[in-house]
């Protein structure tokens, strides 16, 4: 423990003499979100990360999270230095939604608006119209779907199918998922609900349908730690990453939470809701990058022009 908080000092002296803020989402490990919020940075949601590192005057962003998280940063923020722990760091979603088979869909669908999720490649959010998260998803979606317009929804399936089931849009779904909500077991959650019956159900919408449907609150990681905050209930089953559990027992500290259950009868689960990409984010690779400058995001800037468009357009929508 002596040599962690050594780690840490180190990486706060870092952070100032390079006039660096970290940014770090609700997945990654508890030492760098207190880390962030010790050293004036901030801690949320993908859109929310976005916006913070657009907004903060620090010349260079660490950005803890998985590497679309520090794409975003860069494509808003050109003139910044974007840092990451690792670039290892993938996402399953942004992994099934390659650029070129995503391009030749949409070209096929020349009469569809282009609406995609934030965990994607800097080359799909270029071919994209709007960038969103799954704070604004609903949304962006009902309003594009008020206009008449028809959509194309990319990568996340579950998500996709749930914008749709509540807005009643048009859309065409790309197929890809999350390696950590989809191991949510319907079965296994609802004899849970039986056991804990005054306990509120809170889920993030990149879960299976089955899941949702036995929801109190849906909503990205902010809004479930809001419903947490704000539901009477004293007990909660949490259908996303564990990582989000230290934010959201600061929010409610009274609150009881438990995990959802990702183990169904007989079966095996890939991720444990805890995303593999997401814990490889740590002290030792953040004070690494700090003392080397290496791990740099770089986007080529012909896509980063296109992709700001409609990145700026989440950012503007969500305003
Ligand atoms: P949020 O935008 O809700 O933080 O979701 C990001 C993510 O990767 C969830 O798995
Ligand atoms: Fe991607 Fe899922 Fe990891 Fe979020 S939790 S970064 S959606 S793989």
Not at 3 to 27: G, M, R
Not at 53 to 80: Q, S
């Amino acid at each position: 423990p002596e040599q962690k908080e050594q780690v840490k000092t180190n990486i706060a002296q870092k952070l100032k003499e390079q006039d660096a803020v970290l940014v770090a989402h609700y997945y990654v490990d508890r030492d760098l979100q207190e880390l962030a919020e010790a050293t004036g940075g901030y801690v949320s949601d993908s859109l929310d990360m976005a916006r913070f590192g657009n907004e903060h005057p620090a010349t260079t962003l660490i950005v803890a999270g998985v590497r679309f998280m520090g794409e975003t940063a860069k494509i808003l923020n050109p003139e910044k230095r974007v840092l990451m722990p690792t670039l290892e760091a993938e996402c399953s979603l942004d992994l099934e939604c390659p650029a070129p088979e995503f391009i030749a869909f949409c070209d096929q669908h020349p009469d569809h608006t282009v609406v995609v999720y934030s965990n994607t490649s800097a080359e799909v959010k270029a071919r994209a119209d709007y960038v969103v998260t799954s704070s604004i998803a609903v949304d962006l979606v009902s309003w594009l779907d008020e206009q008449g317009k028809k959509i194309i929804w990319a990568p996340d399936r579950h998500l996709g199918n749930y914008i749709k089931r509540v807005t009643g849009a048009d859309m065409l779904l790309w197929q890809a998922a999350c390696v950590v909500h989809d191991e949510f077991k319907s079965r296994a959650l609802g004899e849970l609900i039986g056991k804990y019956p005054d306990a509120a159900v809170l889920v993030h919408p990149e879960s299976p349908e089955e899941i949702i449907k036995l929801a109190d609150a849906v909503g990205s990681t902010t809004q479930i730690i809001n419903a947490a905050k704000n539901l009477p209930n004293k007990r909660f089953i949490v259908a996303t990453d564990h990582g989000i559990f230290y934010k959201m027992q600061q929010a409610a500290p009274d609150k009881e939470f438990i995990e959802a259950p990702t183990m169904g009868e007989g079966a095996t689960c890939r991720s444990c809701a805890h995303c593999p990409w997401m814990a490889m984010n740590g002290l030792h690779n953040l004070l690494e990058v700090l003392e080397t400058g290496k791990n740099e995001i770089f986007v080529e800037e012909s896509i980063r022009v296109k992709a700001l468009q409609s990145t700026q357009r989440m950012l503007d929508f969500a305003k």
